[in-house]
């Protein structure tokens, strides 16, 4: 009995070790590239962006990570004032409207901002690398589709 229970365990040693090591490394390049202390070696090495390139890219971002900081935290108060409207309210109000279409307005501009920053940034890859980079970041920042389907409504 002790027999078949020592191999079990030892098979599952073997692929508990052997699990790890593929994994290790099958992530090795990503893991290492998502070490980087701005988390931007990735993006180097997925547009294959020389270093005139990659250090423009990296000026810009710069320059634009103050002005998402604001928008950011702008977004985050209107967004609690509106809940705050919505849990004091029992019905729409015109200051509940307000709130919901300030805080939409300034997601909206929010999206604007980092859709020109896509272009600002695309425009320093070689094309065919700049159209892949704006398709794969536009659907990470555009807005959602309706909650219904809008083709009952033409």
């Not at 709130?99 to 929010?110: K, W």
């Given at each position: 009995m ?11 040693a073997a692929?508990t070790?052997?699990y790890?090591a593929?994994?290790?490394?099958a992530t ?8 980087a202390p701005d ?6 090495a997925?547009?294959a ?29 209107l967004r609690e004032r ?22 939409s307005?300034?997601q909206?501009d ?14 320093h ?7 892949r980079?704006?398709a ?8 959602g589709?309706?909650p219904?389907?809008t083709?009952?409504?033409?």
């Amino acid at each position: 009995m002790k027999k078949p229970v020592i191999i079990l365990l030892a098979m599952l040693a073997a692929a508990t070790t052997v699990y790890f090591a593929c994994y290790r490394f099958a992530t090795h390049e990503t893991r290492q590239m998502l070490s980087a202390p701005d988390g931007s070696a990735w993006l180097r090495a997925e547009f294959a962006l020389t270093e005139e390139q990659f250090r423009a890219i990296i000026a810009l971002q710069s320059d634009y990570e103050p002005r998402c900081v604001e928008m950011c935290a702008r977004i985050t108060k209107l967004r609690e004032r509106l809940e705050k409207l919505l849990h004091e309210s029992k019905t729409m109000t015109p200051e509940v409207d307000a709130a919901m279409r300030e805080a939409s307005q300034m997601q909206a501009d929010c999206h604007a901002a980092a859709l020109a920053q896509v272009f600002a940034i695309s425009a320093h890859m070689a094309p065919e690398q700049a159209v892949r980079y704006r398709a794969m970041i536009a659907k990470r920042i555009l807005p959602g589709t309706l909650p219904h389907d809008t083709a009952t409504h033409r």
